[in-house]
């Protein structure tokens, strides 16, 4: 693994070299240097400097660009406008530094200086409940950032903080009891959609007899106070909910094609040990007082709209717990055991207030470090009329359905591109196209931000789509596939050729993968490493239009072109992994 500077640091350090030695009063001072539409780079720094030493800007630029050490990397460097400086490496400058990057199976990419141990929790459905249209941004969010930060080096513990206690499981193990056949199965050929149609039919039943007998409410309630006191068949029966939801889980997260398994899964119920001690010990150190019965923590800062203090409450009147304190229970458990420095909840917008005061709640207990966690909200899905998408009915929106659907539109895509592929190979492209689809219109759209689920443009080939970054991919092994039919020769960095402007841009955007990439692993928004692959593709798509490839003038300029076609695809093909998103060979 080779750690491979970009040609900005490179830049930047024989800049501030310069500034160092013709302005001592401002060294360490930094240039400021940004990428710019009239070189290579432009440094905007010395306008403030001219500023602070009261000097005129342009003769101080002037004066640093004289006394920039060249090193076989810059290329021109000239004065602009009130005091800029407009830089351009040199094409071998450019070339050299890519061939290096592709000479290393990470691509110059480097580990983080001081990996850490982090948690990311993520996903977060209930048991015995169909995931919906709600759970894609939390789950697709935070197998990006997994992945992502295992890239980076990082130990990454993954958590799935499942709804697999509560009131409502009374009702429904009390009807499993007095109607034992009720999850009752053979081998099912579609396991997910099958445990799935079990659980509603159950979920179904209960609450029907529950909301018109009254005597098998009180049945329920009474097998609450059962499985809370760990009755050994109340909790086979509740185990039984629970795996026979994992079952279905797991079918929609192998559809979507995340990393999520078994082994991820620490529902509420883990905690439920803690929950007496940690209350205990909340109200023993006084962060935590007893209200109306409850056992509740207050915060100066959080008000209803009747001026009253609104509190966290760890544990009810009737001495039962909600999931603040199982939150809490978590957060010790993580940090105190499990060694988290830092601790990532994709959650959406909606929890920040109760997240605020969990995370405070914890700090003033002493079991969460200043800076560890970070809930990371999450907008809304909306539908095309702005609201949250529903279906017609105005129900929400069944994921496996959601998923099924960008399949099928993704099919008639592949058709329409490539009618003479075998069934089995487009239905795997459709596959590839679909899932992609929909995880990449959620990914490239800001977290926090709300977004359309409009499938029409998510599968189109045109825009900021990932079937556009996946055809760029296919195209480029496309090329790639003719040259090798035609014997054309390797694919060779040729570091003394003229670069054409598009093959420039191209190669400066390569450059830039690595500080994407960190800059990403630092805000935590998956967004940003979108955005950059839709730029490479968009630049890739210029260089195919004007740089000939196979029909280049020379043999060298043909491998050279192949070598830039090349890295670009196996740039593609890294970030769009990072993202969770396969990238087909044909397409």
């Known amino acids: ?217 009180e049945r329920a309630r009474r097998r609450v106070v059962a499985l809370q006191a760990g009755d050994p ?14 079952v279905y889980f797991n079918a929609v997260y192998n559809r979507l094609d995340v ?56 544990r009810k009147a009737d001495g039962g717990f909600g999931y603040a304190a199982t939150d809490l229970a978590a957060i010790r458990n993580r940090v105190g055991v499990l060694g988290a420095d830092t601790m990532l909840y994709i959650v959406d917008a909606r929890q920040a207030l109760h997240f605020k005061m969990v995370f405070e709640t914890a700090r003033r207990a002493g079991w969460l470090p200043e800076g560890v966690a970070h809930h990371l909200p999450f907008g809304t899905v909306l539908g095309k009329d702005g609201k949250p998408f529903k279906t017609r009915s105005g129900e929400t929106v069944r994921l496996m359905d959601l998923l099924d659907e960008a399949v099928e539109r993704a099919a008639e895509v592949v058709r329409s591109k490539a009618p003479d592929l075998p069934e089995a190979e487009a239905a795997e ?29 998510m599968v189109s080939l045109n825009g900021d789509t990932s079937v556009y970054l996946q055809y760029a991919y296919a195209r480029i092994q496309s090329i790639l596939r003719r040259a090798a039919e035609r014997s054309a020769g390797p694919a060779a960095a040729h570091r003394e050729l003229a670069l054409a402007p598009a093959e420039r841009a191209l190669g400066l955007h390569l450059d830039d993968f690595a500080e994407t990439l960190e800059g990403v692993a630092a805000s935590y928004e998956p967004h940003k490493l979108a955005g950059y692959l839709y730029a490479l593709a968009s630049h890739f798509t210029t260089f195919y239009d004007q740089c000939p490839v196979l029909r280049a003038e020379d043999a060298a300029t043909v491998a050279n072109r192949l070598f830039l076609c090349g890295l670009t695809a196996r740039t593609l093909a890294q970030g769009m992994a990072l993202l969770g998103i396969e990238t087909p060979e044909r397409l």
């Open 259 to 314: 990393l999520l398994t078994d082994d991820d899964i620490v529902g509420e119920s883990a905690y439920n040990s803690d929950l007496a001690t940690l209350a205990d010990e909340l109200e023993q150190s006084g962060v935590a007082v007893r209200s109306a019965g409850a056992l509740c923590v207050f915060f100066d800062d959080v008000r209803g709209q009747d001026g009253e203090p609104v509190p966290l409450i760890v």
């Open 1 to 217: 693994m080779t750690a491979v500077p970009s040609l900005s640091t490179s830049v930047q350090r024989l800049l501030s070299a310069a500034i160092d030695a013709a302005l001592p009063d401002a060294a360490g001072a930094d240039p400021l240097l940004r990428p710019s539409d009239r070189a290579d780079f432009q440094a905007n720094g010395l306008l403030a400097l001219a500023k602070r030493l009261k000097g005129n800007p342009r003769e101080l630029a002037g004066t640093v660009a004289a006394g920039v050490a060249r090193d076989g990397l810059i290329g021109g460097i000239e004065v602009s406008g009130p005091g800029f400086l407009n830089i351009t490496v040199t094409d071998e400058a450019l070339v050299s530094t890519l061939a290096t990057r592709a000479a290393d199976e990470r691509l110059g990419v480097p580990l983080a200086a001081a990996p850490g141990t982090m948690i990311i929790e993520y996903s977060q459905p209930n048991v015995a409940k169909e995931m919906h249209v709600g759970h894609l941004r939390s789950t697709v969010i935070g197998d990006a950032l997994v992945r992502i930060m295992e890239f980076r080096g990082e130990k990454v513990i993954r958590r799935n903080h499942i709804g697999d206690w509560g009131t409502q499981f009374g009702m429904l193990i009390q009807y499993l009891t007095e109607h034992p056949g009720e999850l009752d199965h053979g081998a099912d050929a579609d396991a997910g959609d099958a445990a799935m149609s079990r659980l509603n039919r159950l979920y179904r039943a209960s609450r029907a007899v529950f909301d018109s007998d009254a005597e098998f409410k």
């Open 233 to 246: 068949e109340t909790v086979a029966l509740w185990r039984r909910i629970v795996d026979e939801s994992t």
């Open 429 to 457: 492209r459709a596959r590839e196209v679909g899932i992609g689809a929909v995880k990449y219109a959620d990914l490239s759209t800001s977290r926090t931000r709300d977004y359309v689920f409009d499938l029409d443009r």
